[in-house]
């Protein structure tokens, strides 16, 4: 990457995605969809008056857990562009002599733990910021409870766009232990899609 993703303008990360560059791509994009559906969760809290007033200490933790998830997912995008980058630059490399073919091995085998590991870490933070939108969604004010459902429902495709970058690696992960946490993780995934259709049905209801 000649640029840290967080420096780009909205426009230029567009056209950045369409660009032939590999990176960033889809777990980048991924990421960032769920980032976007945390900042819509702190929209809300901070929308959302504290009544009644034992409200307040809930709409506070979900507010700083939305914080803490935006900044996590932004990280995440940066992390999975340049993890996917180093994939990419570890199969360019010579191949010629036995030597060469091992190191390059190896540090495949390297970079694509790491492209695994960046969208694993967006699935779980997208889970969360899904969490916080089921919390909130009682309790956000009912003027902005549609963007509590987009907040949701960005944060689900977060979830399903990483787990397609996760799935496209297994076959050439061989790290056994990161495989089989991958496979636990995408087994809970249809839950996950489950929870977004309940969640949007509560929203549905408290629509002005």
Known sequence: M????????VREMVERLATRDPAPGGGCAAALAGAMGAALVRMVVDLTPPEPPESTEALAAIGRGATT??????????LDANAYSA?????????????????RDVQIAAAMREATRAPLQTMRAATAVLELAERLAPLGTRHAISDVGVGAMLATSSARGAALNVRINLPYLKDEALRGEATALLERLPDLVERERALSVVIDGRMP
């Open 2 to 9: 000649d640029a840290r993703l967080t420096e780009f303008t």
């Open 69 to 78: 998830w935006q900044s996590e997912l932004l990280n995440l995008a940066e």
């Open 87 to 103: 994939v990419v630059r570890a199969r360019r490399l010579p191949r010629g002599t036995e030597i060469e073919r091992q190191s």
